[in-house]
């Protein structure tokens, strides 16, 4: 007998080109993955040292800043809109002792509280897809920068994978602005207020794939948590409220989705001329 789906069959349950043992040998071996902390070599590449002042834009409770004052010596400014984590963040830099080199305040990108041309190097990760007007918030950037100053951007963007139901769950659930998921905007938004792009570096699931070899597992662990969060739901509701719940949700799958390639996180090297 015959039907449609037999060719179909056969390709799925008939032999392959390559035994199971040959094609697990090429896929379960490690490409090699960059972790995250290339991001922070990358502003070092970039040559930042003690003389220069960093702007943290979205640097929530300056974990990163601080890092990156220590490590490099530089000045910093932090600036977000939530006053609970810059508080948390002051804290921070005062028990590490670097109240004379850096200071949280709250701000938003969009009207950053810095002068023109007074700052070295700005670092945006994983912020800007919240920025209702993307190109006034660059443009702040632009104004604060110096000449040949430099901005580094991580950003994750959706890819032709992300399918419209899911999107719109993501982008609702956590305050996302949709035209921000495209890299295409961000690049015309970009270069309309002055920036050259110097450089553009997909991350792809790199630090996703980094975080299982590595043991931290951190989305495998999401993915069960999504799991164990939609058979439990009845429970968890009522504890956490139904919009916590999905931002939870939601956070997850941000995590999964970048690692099957529905969002792709991108560092950029923007350069003011
Ligand atoms: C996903 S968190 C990233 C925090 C930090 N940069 C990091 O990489 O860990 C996004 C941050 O952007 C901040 N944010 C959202 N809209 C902003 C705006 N208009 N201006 C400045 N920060 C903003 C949020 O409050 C939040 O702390």
């Not at 490690?30 to 943290?56: C, E, T, V, W």
């Not at 443009?139 to 604060?144: K, L, Q, S």
């Not at 993915?223 to 916590?244: K, V, Y």
């Amino acid at each position: 007998m015959s039907n449609p789906t037999n060719v179909a069959l056969t390709a799925v349950y008939g032999a392959m080109e390559l035994s199971d043992e040959e094609f697990f040998a090429l896929t379960d071996r490690s490409l090699a993955p960059r972790p995250s902390g290339m991001l922070a070599d990358k502003l070092a590449s970039l040559g930042i040292g003690p003389q220069h002042h960093l702007l943290d834009v979205g640097c929530r409770d300056a974990a990163h800043t601080i890092a990156l004052v220590q490590r490099f010596g530089c000045t910093a400014l932090g600036i977000d809109p939530v006053a609970e984590r810059i508080a948390e963040g002051q804290s921070a830099i005062t028990a590490a002792g670097l109240d004379e080199q850096m200071e949280t305040v709250v701000g938003w990108i969009e009207n950053i509280p810095a002068a023109d041309a007074s700052v070295d190097f700005v670092w945006c990760r994983d912020m800007l897809n919240h920025v209702a007007e993307l190109s006034i918030g660059l443009a702040e950037c632009y104004r604060v920068l110096r000449p040949g100053g430099r901005m580094l951007v991580y950003q994750t963007f959706s890819t032709e994978l992300m399918e419209p139901k899911e999107a719109a769950f993501i982008y609702n659930t956590m305050g996302i602005v949709p035209q921000n998921q495209s890299d295409a905007f961000f690049e015309e938004t970009a270069q309309s207020v002055g920036f050259v792009i110097a450089e553009k570096d997909p991350i792809t699931s790199e630090w996703r794939e980094f975080w299982e070899e590595d043991g931290t597992r951190k989305t495998s662990e999401q993915l069960l948590r999504i799991a164990r969060m939609r058979r439990n739901r009845d429970e968890l509701i009522p504890l956490l409220s139904e919009t916590h719940y999905n931002i939870e949700i939601a956070d997850c799958l941000w995590g999964v989705y970048q690692m099957v390639g529905k969002l792709c996180p991108t560092v950029y090297v923007l350069e003011k001329e």
